[in-house]
């Protein structure tokens, strides 16, 4: 066991497919026979992404509240609870709207707690459709931001788009966390030693990245359904999912990101849209027996006022099949970010 766990910081726009690529990456070292942990990242609570790791059997925590650079000593915090376990590898998923990662997060870690991490190169995941898809000009902001300030970019879904996008000046790889394709090569080649590290501090306009974060509405639900007679988590989500795509694009509200689980005692099913009208990318178990108690999660991006956004989502939950409890509904525009710490340089806060 390590005890100086490598600390792998996976970036990425909202739906770049990061938490699919940490979940296939820790059962490729699984099979080697290391260790892995995780640490989620949000402004709101009720994560989806916590439970399916939690699910799939390893260590999990979150930094719920904040970005990481905002909540700077709580991600310090869960990455020492987790390394006390002994793990041989933390990943850890920044917010998917959040940039200037290594002038807040990397170049903090390594000046302060080099001695307790084995700080791996920061990598930007990219889908490649929606690379070619900026027409939102805050979107495109954002995503320019993570892409400079990158030390390594990774094409996500190869298995869907073949053919490498090129970004000038910038080498890239591609990966696809379903088939398997470039996993275990990104992974020997950010616990090599070898890349740079947090290479670029960016030159940012504060003002213009919170009005940028603050154009997207963050909406995250958790409730409990009891359903007679019993459906399957297919049959609960498939239409739950459908209306709220409907409902949406009816209210002209874009879907950014949407992530729904379920989880039921014949097995847990998510469900994951990047745009309205698209159709779901679904993992877990498609073919789960019908079940009367589900408990839901459903997280949100969406370009639209808070205000619209919630009124959608609490009347799809309110139309769901079965007598719904414990609904707890979390939506509202993310704070401008205040990093705690932020080095202009390499060494210096």
Request: negative net charge; glycine residues 8%.
């Amino acid at each position: 066991m390590s005890a100086r766990p490598h600390l792998a910081i996976v970036g990425g726009f909202l739906g770049a497919g990061k938490t699919t690529l940490i979940l296939a990456a820790a059962r490729v070292l699984a099979d080697r026979g290391l260790r892995c942990a995780i640490i989620l990242n949000d402004q709101g609570e009720s994560l989806v992404d916590t439970e399916l790791a939690r699910l799939d059997g390893f260590e999990a925590g979150e930094v719920t509240g904040g970005c990481f650079c905002c909540r700077f000593s709580e991600l310090i915090r869960i990455a020492e609870q987790l390394r006390a376990r002994s793990p041989d590898v933390i990943f850890a998923e920044p917010v998917g709207s959040c940039t200037d990662l290594s002038a807040t997060i990397l170049q903090p870690i390594q000046d302060a707690y080099r001695e307790d991490f084995q700080l791996a190169p920061l990598t930007l995941l990219v889908d490649p459709r929606r690379a070619q898809q900026l027409e939102n000009p805050d979107i495109a902001f954002l995503f320019q931001k993570q892409l400079e300030e990158a030390d390594l970019v990774c094409f996500t879904k190869s298995d869907l788009y073949p053919d490498p996008l090129f970004f000038e000046g910038i080498r890239t790889r591609q990966i696809s966390a379903r088939t398997g394709q470039g996993v275990a090569l990104w992974l020997d080649e950010i616990m090599s030693g070898r890349l740079a590290l947090g290479g670029t501090i960016l030159d940012i306009d504060y003002d213009h990245y919170a009005r940028a974060e603050a154009a997207l509405a963050w909406l995250n639900a958790e409730a409990d359904l009891a359903c007679d007679p019993p459906l399957s988590p297919a049959m609960l989500l498939g239409p739950f999912l459908d209306r709220l795509d409907r409902e949406l694009t009816q209210a002209k509200i874009s879907i950014v990101h949407l992530k729904a689980l379920d989880h039921a005692s014949t097995g847990s099913l998510k469900a994951a849209l990047c745009a309205n009208g698209e159709e779901p990318a679904v993992e877990g178990a498609l073919d789960a027996s019908p079940a009367g108690s589900h408990h839901l999660l459903l997280n949100l991006r969406a370009s639209g006022a808070p205000e619209d956004v919630r009124v959608v989502v609490e009347r799809a939950f309110e139309a769901l099949p079965g007598k719904l409890s414990g609904l707890r509904l979390q939506c509202f525009s993310p704070a401008a970010p205040k990093p705690e710490r932020r080095m202009t340089r390499a060494g210096a806060v």
